[in-house]
């Protein structure tokens, strides 16, 4: 599976304008398009996302904001889609602006859709200004913690996904938010011991059992080759 880990993608001071503005937008899904004007700092970000990470046409970006709840709740496996139409059509690619350093985890399998259980798992630990990018066909699962603050992206090149909405419009200063001093993270292979615990795809319903690193470090991205107990 193809993932992508970098470091450093934005200074303290954008990263602290980000958390505010999500915070101000809310968790709702929002959509903009490839020729749109961005409504806010938020959007802005995302199109010079997009243009330092990938290349090529796109039809436009989905979007929303992801904060761990009292009680940290999270995001099970799951595959990305357009959830309002039965045909099965996934993004091109998702992506993860982590805005936190913290020990949730994003987890990315290599489960595509009609596969009952992960056999790989990239498990990448938030740090401020740390990005991560996946192929929009695999499934995954936020691992929230506490006090977390993730941007998730969702880049789609064929079609608008239906009931998707335009954010608020909130005066920010138009600038290069995206430093170009980023470093590529290193994806660590993980040796060490492991929390157990139960999950169900949501789109698949099969249940397994997931092996997460145990000896962790916020920051990091670890790959665990044997993923869940047979």
């Not at 590529?184 to 690193?213: A, N, Q, W």
Request: proline share 5%; net charge negative; charged share 25%.
């Amino acid at each position: 599976m193809l993932v992508r880990s970098y470091h450093e993608v934005h200074s303290p001071h954008t990263n602290a304008k980000l958390i505010n503005t999500c915070k101000e937008i809310g968790r709702k899904n929002y959509w903009i398009g490839s020729g749109d004007p961005p409504h806010n700092m938020v959007e802005e970000y995302i199109q010079q996302w997009y243009s330092a990470f990938l290349t090529g046409e796109y039809i436009g970006i989905e979007y929303w904001v992801y904060q761990s709840e009292k009680g940290n709740t999270f995001d099970g496996f799951h595959f990305d889609k357009d959830e309002m139409d039965p045909q099965i059509e996934h993004p091109k690619w998702c992506g993860c602006v982590n805005l936190t350093y913290d020990f949730g985890a994003t987890c990315i399998s290599d489960m595509t859709y009609g596969n009952i259980k992960p056999k790989e798992c990239i498990f990448s630990y938030g740090d401020e200004a740390k990005t991560l990018l996946w192929d929009g066909n695999l499934a995954w699962a936020d691992l929230a913690g506490e006090d977390d603050c993730r941007l998730y992206i969702n880049v789609w090149t064929k079609r608008k996904p239906r009931g998707l909405i335009r954010s608020k419009e909130i005066p920010y200063p138009r600038q290069h938010y995206i430093t170009g001093m980023y470093k590529k993270d290193k994806v660590i292979p993980y040796t060490g011991s492991y929390l157990y615990h139960t999950h169900i795809c949501g789109d698949m319903f099969d249940e397994f059992v997931l092996r997460e690193p145990d000896e962790r470090q916020a920051g990091c991205t670890y790959l665990v080759t044997d993923a869940t107990l047979s």
